[in-house]
């Protein structure tokens, strides 16, 4: 049974550019999460979707936005791009509509240059 | 919004030894506090959780305990193995809140010494 697979494992871009990244969920899986891990700090919640509904939104800008689809997969884009947002994004998927039991992916490591 | 705090921001032990890790947080409404384990350049592992009807949780060496009253928790690790090397993530969630999130703390880098 796979587990949370996201895509790009790495990517560099261009400030100004513009980013998206992809989080396939468990199996059964109906809520994604996404969050932001700057080096040394914890995860923080930019997104959570269930039944392809926003259902949280942590504090990012509206450059921030994601969308998932009727398979559960979801996407995160960022727009204009700014040397802060490098970063490990991590998805991370659940059963329920509900934070509880999350597990992560391996996180795409996003460097703004 | 809810705030984690986590402490120490590093701990060294030596092997076989006991780690705790201590958090609190600030929300009254949470009542969901897992704990995350996160290796160099991996995911974050569930390792652990906790419920606020709950005081304490046990899984073989590890452990966590629960003080509602004074919104803090914390990690127990006894006979610590050098593969428990990691960063520690302790969490709080309101997982009946509609507009759910887990929030983090800072981590716990926990070295285990030969």
């Known amino acids: 049974d796979a587990g949370v697979t996201q895509s790009p494992t790495h990517l560099i871009k261009t400030r100004g550019q513009h980013v998206t990244l992809r989080c396939s969920p468990i199996?059964?899986?109906?809520?994604v999460s996404w969050y932001q891990q700057v080096l040394g700090q914890g995860p923080q919640f930019i997104f959570q979707?269930?039944?392809?509904?926003?259902?949280g939104r942590g504090n990012f800008p509206d450059r921030f936005s994601a969308r998932q689809f009727p398979n559960y997969s979801s996407e995160l884009n960022v727009n204009a791009l700014l040397l802060g947002d490098s970063a490990l994004y991590l998805c991370a998927s659940s059963p329920t509509g509900y934070n509880t039991e999350a597990f992560f992916g391996q996180g795409t490591r996003l460097t703004v240059v | 919004g809810e705030n984690v705090e986590q402490h120490p921001s590093t701990l060294s032990v030596q092997e076989g030894d006991s780690a705790v890790i201590k958090c609190t947080y600030s929300?009254?409404?949470?009542?969901?506090f897992p704990w995350y384990k996160q290796e160099l350049g991996k995911r974050p592992q569930l390792i652990i959780d906790i419920r606020s009807n709950v005081g304490e949780k046990k899984d073989q060496r590890i452990a966590v305990t629960l003080n509602k009253t004074a919104k803090h928790f914390s990690l127990h690790i006894t006979e610590t193995q050098p593969e428990d090397s990691a960063v520690y993530f302790c969490a709080a969630s309101d997982d009946m809140n509609r507009d759910d999130k887990i929030i983090f703390g800072k981590g716990t880098r926990l070295h285990i010494l030969p």
């Open positions: 199996s059964g899986h109906k809520s």
């Open positions: 929300d009254s409404a949470s009542n969901y």
């Open positions: 979707y269930y039944e392809k509904e926003e259902r």
